[in-house]
């Protein structure tokens, strides 16, 4: 079983930078997809970025395209942790953030592809 605990959420200016973090317990962390959703009031939930499994040759990022340049996932060298650092945020970005893992080691944009979830944490960007 993984367990995600996310941090980093808040609220920030337009033009403003925020990283969250999400800390996975649980084994065989490396063999899991990871990926960052996010939710706004009224919306469905929206894939944001996802990194692959740890494989021989490393690991591939992916973004919508409403965050390509402006954020950007990666897993942390030292611990089990997956970061999102949000660079150039607007306030279309005002949403609930979520972690979550895919154990088969795959990517999706797809909430249904994912088998834990953190519990999500607020991202507010002003004017």
């Known amino acids: 079983q993984v367990q995600l605990v996310e941090s980093g959420g808040g609220l920030v200016q337009a033009g403003g930078s925020l990283r969250l973090s999400c800390a996975a317990s649980g084994r065989a962390f490396s063999s899991y997809a990871m990926a960052w959703f996010r939710q706004a009031p009224g919306k469905e939930r929206e894939f944001v970025a996802a990194i692959t499994a740890i494989s021989w040759s490393g690991y591939s990022t992916y973004y919508a395209d409403s965050v390509k340049g402006r954020f950007a996932i990666s897993r942390g060298n030292a611990k089990n942790t997956v970061y999102l650092q949000m660079n150039s945020l607007k306030p279309e970005d005002t949403a609930v953030y979520y972690c979550?893992?895919?154990?088969?080691?795959?990517?999706?944009?797809?909430?249904?592809?994912?088998?834990?979830w953190g519990q999500g944490t607020q991202v507010t960007v002003s004017l």
């Open positions: 979550a893992a895919d154990s088969s080691g795959y990517y999706g944009d797809s909430p249904t592809e994912y088998d834990y």
